[in-house]
C-alpha cells in the first residue's frame, strides 16, 4: 500500500522544518584567523541572534589595520533574518496542511533564497570590510576581498571561512522540501516507514539544539537577583541584560557565555554595595562618558567583593573600588572608552580602599591604568597596562606591594608619590617614550622604599626621583634592575639620596644625570661595597674580586654648564655635547663634579646579564685605549711640568 | 687656578658653538603673549609638581614677565606662584569647573571638598562667581584666592 499524498506532505513538511528551525539556531558561518601573535587563532561564528567569539580581539586587530569593527548594530540586514525564517517555516507548515500548490513552490523559492542570500550578503560585508580601510590607521594594508568559503591569506594573516552546521541544516531543509512527496512516494517501503521516525528524530534534535542555545532567554537579571536568597549563586545565561545593575546582598554573579550588562549610557552599570559579592564572566559597557558623572563600569563600595575575569568596555572608568576593603579584581580585560586622555577615566581606581588585590588583569586604555589614591595594604600582581598616562599611578598610599607586572608605552609607567613603605619588584617598565615627559618610573615624596629585579628598558628616562626619601631617616633602595637603552637612565632630583647596587646599567645614552644644584654625596652608588654594573665603565680588576679597582666617575660637562645657563640645556644629546663628554673623559683637564661616583663598580652584569650587557672587546680594545690616550696623557704630563717649576 | 681656566675654557668653547642658534632659538619662542598658555592635555607637566596636566577642570596658568607656568592643581599654582599672583606681579588663571572656562584666579570663587577629586588631592575647585561655586556645592565655604594663598593648605599626608 501506497501512503496518501497528504501523509508524504506532513512527513516532508516535518522534517522540513526540524532542518530549517534546528539549523537557523545552530551556528551559520565560522571563520578561523590564524596569526603568529595569536596562539591558537581567532575565532568568530555568526549565528541566528548575531556574532559571537573572539569579537574584541578581532575588532582591536581591525582597528590596528583600519577595519571597521564587526558589529551587530552596523549590519542592519541581519534583523530580517529571524523574520525571514519564521514566515518561510509558516509558508511551510501552511503549504502542508492545505496543499496549496503555489503556497509550496514560493515557501521553496524562501528556503533556498534564506542560505543563499544569507552567504551572498556575508561576502558583500566582507568585501566592504576589505576595502574601507581607514587611511589614518597605524598599519595600512592594500583592499582585499576575504572569501566568504574558504581560505584568504594576507600578509601573516591566515583566514579560514566554511559555512556552518546550522546553514548545511537549513540547504538540507531546502532539498528535502524539494523532493521529499516524490520520495517518498517512490521509496522502497521500508525506507518508506523510517520517514515519521526520522522526522521525529530531526524535530528532537533541533528542539534541544534550539533550548541549548536559544535565544536571549526571557531571564530577568534584576528579579533573579532581588529574589536570590543572600549568598546564593545565581547563573546569568547568555544575553543582553541593561544596567545599571545593584548588588547589595552577599551574591554570586556568574555569567555562562559571556552575558552582557550594558548600561546604556545612564551612569554606572554595576554597583556592588553588599558585602562578599562576586562578579565573574561578564561584558560590562556602556557607562556613561561624561566627564563631569565620573562614572564607572564596576563600582565596588561593599568589602569582600571578587570582580573576575570581565570584560569591561566603552565605560569611563573601569573598574572603581571606593571605600572597599578586601576585595579582588582579578584577570579582567579593561579598555575605556576611546576619548582624549583629559577625557577618559581610570581603567582601575582604588579610593580609600585597603588590602585590595589586583592581579591578572589586562588594561589596554585607560587614563592611568591603575590609580591607587589613599589606598594601602594593597597588592598588585601580573598585571599588563598599555596605553594609559601613568601605567601605575599612587598617590598617598603605603605598604603596597607592586609585582610582576608589565607596563609598556605608557606615557609614564609608574608614578609613586607621597607614599611609603612601597615595594616594587620584577616588573617591567617599557617603552614610555613621550619626548614631553616619558619616563619608566617617578619617584616623588616617597619613603622606605624599594625597587628591585625592574627591567627598566627602552624609555626616555628610566628612573626619575625627586624628594626620595622624603623624611629624615627614609631610605630608598634600588637593586638589582636592569636600566637599558634608555635616553637618561636614573634622572635624580638634587633632592634625592637614593642607596643603588646591583643595578645593571647599559647601553642608556647618558647613565644618570642630577638636576638642580649638585649634592654628590646624598646619592650613594654602592651599599657595603658593592656598586653597580655600567656598561660604559672602563677600569680594570687586578685583584679579581669582581669589584673595579678604580671608580667608576661620569662627569656632565654641559649638563652642568646648562644648569647655570638653562639654554645649553637645548644641547643635550648633540653630537657636540657627547664629544665634549668623551673628550672630558678621556682627558681630564676640566675637573667637574661627577654626576655618579661608584667606588665598587661591578666587573660583570649581575644576574647573568639580563639584557645581554657586552662582554669587554678584549685586549685589541684595551691597546686602542692606551694609544688613542696616549697624547692627551703626554699634553696632561707636559702641562704639569709647566706648572710645577 | 689653572684648572678653573681650564674648565671656563671648554665652557666657552661650548657657549660659542651654542650661541648663535642657542640665540635664535631664544628669540623664536620670545614673542611676548598674554593670556593663559597653551596646556596640552596628557603632554605638559606641572611646573610645581611635575604630573602630567590631564583634568582640564582643575589645571591651572600663570604668567610671570620670564615665563609661562603650568599646573595640575590649584593647589599647585598656590604653591608655586600664589604670592606673585596674587600681589599682581604675576597673572593667574584656573577654570571654571563647570564650565571649563579660563577664569582669573583672582577673580574667580574657590571651594575646597575632600568629595572633589583632583589631581593633587587638594579637594579645590574654581568658579566663576561665588553664586556658581554654591549652586555645584551647596553649604560649602568660598574663599578667595588672597584667603587660598594665605593659608595655602598642605596635601595630605595619610
Ligand atoms: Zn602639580
Known amino acids: ?645 | 687656578m689653572r684648572t678653573i681656566t681650564r674648565r671656563r675654557l671648554i665652557g666657552l668653547a661650548a657657549a660659542a658653538a651654542a650661541a648663535a642658534p642657542g640665540a635664535w632659538l631664544l628669540l623664536e619662542r620670545a614673542p611676548a603673549q598674554s593670556g593663559p598658555p597653551e596646556i596640552r592635555y596628557g603632554r605638559d607637566r606641572c611646573d610645581a609638581c611635575g604630573m602630567l596636566i590631564s583634568d582640564p577642570r582643575y589645571a591651572a596658568a600663570a604668567r610671570r614677565p620670564d615665563a609661562a607656568l603650568r599646573y595640575d592643581d590649584i593647589a599647585c599654582l598656590v604653591r608655586g606662584a600664589g604670592h606673585a599672583v596674587a600681589s599682581g606681579v604675576a597673572d593667574g588663571w584656573v577654570h571654571d569647573a563647570a564650565t571649563e572656562a579660563w577664569v582669573e584666579a583672582r577673580e574667580a570663587a574657590y571651594v575646597r571638598s575632600p568629595a572633589i577629586r583632583t589631581p593633587m588631592s587638594s579637594g579645590l575647585a574654581a568658579y566663576a562667581t561665588a553664586a556658581q561655586a554654591l549652586a555645584a556645592h551647596p553649604g560649602a565655604t568660598v574663599f578667595t584666592f588672597a584667603a587660598l594663598v594665605g593659608a595655602p593648605a598642605a596635601g595630605p599626608r595619610g
Open chain 1, 1 to 645: 500500500m501506497s501512503p496518501t499524498p497528504r501523509a508524504c506532505r506532513a512527513a516532508t513538511a516535518v522534517l522540513t522544518l526540524a532542518l530549517l528551525v534546528g539549523g537557523a539556531r545552530l551556528p551559520l558561518w565560522q571563520m578561523t584567523l590564524h596569526a603568529p601573535q595569536y596562539v591558537g587563532g581567532l575565532r568568530l561564528v555568526i549565528d541566528g541572534r548575531g556574532v559571537h567569539g573572539d569579537v574584541d580581539e578581532l575588532n582591536a586587530l581591525n582597528h590596528y589595520i583600519g577595519m571597521a569593527p564587526i558589529r551587530m548594530d552596523r549590519i542592519p540586514e541581519a534583523r530580517l533574518f529571524t523574520p525571514g525564517v519564521t514566515a518561510v517555516a509558516a509558508g511551510v507548515l501552511v503549504a502542508a496542511l492545505t496543499g496549496w500548490r503555489f503556497l509550496r513552490a514560493l515557501a521553496l523559492v524562501g528556503l533556498w533564497a534564506l542560505p543563499l542570500a544569507f552567504l551572498a550578503d556575508l561576502q558583500w560585508r566582507l568585501y566592504l570590510f576589505g576595502h574601507s580601510m581607514d587611511p589614518l590607521a597605524a598599519f595600512r594594508l592594500p583592499a582585499f576581498t576575504p572569501k566568504v568559503v574558504g581560505r584568504t591569506v594576507v600578509m601573516n594573516f591566515d583566514v579560514t571561512a566554511l559555512p556552518g552546521i546550522g546553514l548545511v541544516l537549513m540547504l538540507l531543509a531546502a532539498v528535502v522540501f524539494a523532493v521529499g512527496p516524490w520520495a517518498a512516494r517512490r521509496a522502497h517501503p521500508a525506507l518508506r516507514r523510517l520517514v515519521p521516525a526520522a522526522a521525529v528524530l530531526a524535530l528532537a534534535v533541533a528542539g534541544s539544539a534550539a533550548t541549548a542555545r536559544g535565544e536571549s532567554p526571557p531571564f530577568d537579571l534584576a528579579r533573579a537577583v532581588a529574589a536570590a536568597p543572600p549568598g546564593a549563586v545565581v547563573v546569568v545565561p547568555p544575553g543582553v541584560y541593561p544596567g545599571p545593575l545593584v548588588l547589595a546582598r552577599p551574591l554570586v554573579l556568574r555569567g555562562q557565555g559571556r552575558p552582557v550588562i550594558d548600561g546604556r549610557g545612564a551612569g554606572d552599570v554595576v554597583v556592588i554595595t553588599g558585602e562578599r559579592v562576586t562578579l565573574e564572566g561578564f561584558a560590562v559597557r556602556g557607562g556613561s562618558l561624561l566627564y563631569s558623572r565620573e562614572a564607572a563600569g564596576i563600582v565596588v563600595r561593599g568589602a569582600g567583593a571578587v570582580v573576575r575575569d570581565n570584560e569591561i568596555d566603552d565605560v569611563l572608568f573601569g573598574v572603581y573600588l571606593a571605600g572597599a576593603r578586601g576585595a579582588v579584581v582579578a584577570g579582567n580585560t579593561i579598555r575605556t572608552a576611546a576619548l582624549p586622555v583629559e577625557r577618559r577615566g581610570h581603567a582601575v581606581y582604588l579610593w580609600h580602599s585597603r588590602e585590595i588585590l589586583i592581579a591578572d588583569n589586562r588594561i589596554l586604555r585607560g587614563k592611568d591604568g591603575i590609580h591607587i589614591a589613599f589606598s594601602n595594604e594593597t597588592r598588585v600582581e601580573r598585571n599588563l597596562v598599555t596605553d594609559s598616562r601613568y601605567g601605575l599611578h599612587v598617590m598617598y598610599s603605603h605598604r603596597n606591594v607592586y609585582r610582576n607586572n608589565v607596563f609598556l608605552g605608557n606615557v609614564v609607567g609608574a608614578a609613586v608619590m607621597y607614599s611609603s613603605d612601597v615595594t616594587l619588584d620584577h616588573n617591567v617598565f617599557e617603552g614610555s617614550r613621550s619626548v614631553a615627559a616619558g619616563a619608566g618610573l617617578i619617584f616623588k615624596d616617597a619613603d622606605r622604599l624599594l625597587v628591585r629585579g625592574n627591567r627598566i628598558a627602552r624609555n626616555r628616562v628610566g628612573l626619575e626621583f625627586d624628594n626620595t626619601p622624603a623624611e629624615r631617616g627614609g631610605w630608598a633602595q634600588v637593586e638589582e634592575n636592569l636600566v637599558a637603552f634608555n635616553e637618561v637612565g636614573f634622572s635624580l632630583m638634587s633632592t634625592a639620596a637614593i642607596a643603588a647596587t646591583g643595578n645593571t646599567v647599559v647601553e642608556n645614552l647618558r647613565p644618570v644625570e642630577v638636576r638642580g644644584v649638585l649634592r654628590t654625596e646624598t646619592s650613594r652608588w654602592q651599599v657595603a661595597g658593592r656598586g653597580n654594573y655600567w656598561g660604559d665603565y672602563r677600569g680594570f680588576d687586578a685583584s679579581g674580586d669582581g669589584i673595579g679597582d678604580v671608580p667608576y666617575r661620569r662627569a656632565d660637562v654641559l649638563e652642568r654648564l646648562g644648569d647655570r645657563a638653562p639654554a645649553l640645556r637645548a644641547f643635550l644629546f648633540t653630537p657636540a655635547h657627547l664629544a665634549l663628554e668623551a673628550a672630558v673623559r678621556l682627558a681630564p683637564l676640566a675637573r667637574v663634579d661627577p654626576v655618579v661616583e661608584d667606588p665598587a663598580p661591578l666587573m660583570r652584569a649581575p644576574g647573568g646579564a639580563p639584557g645581554g650587557a657586552p662582554a669587554p672587546a678584549g685586549r685589541g680594545l684595551l691597546v686602542a685605549g692606551v694609544l688613542l690616550l696616549a697624547p692627551g696623557l703626554l699634553a696632561a704630563a707636559r702641562l704639569r711640568a709647566k706648572r710645577a717649576p
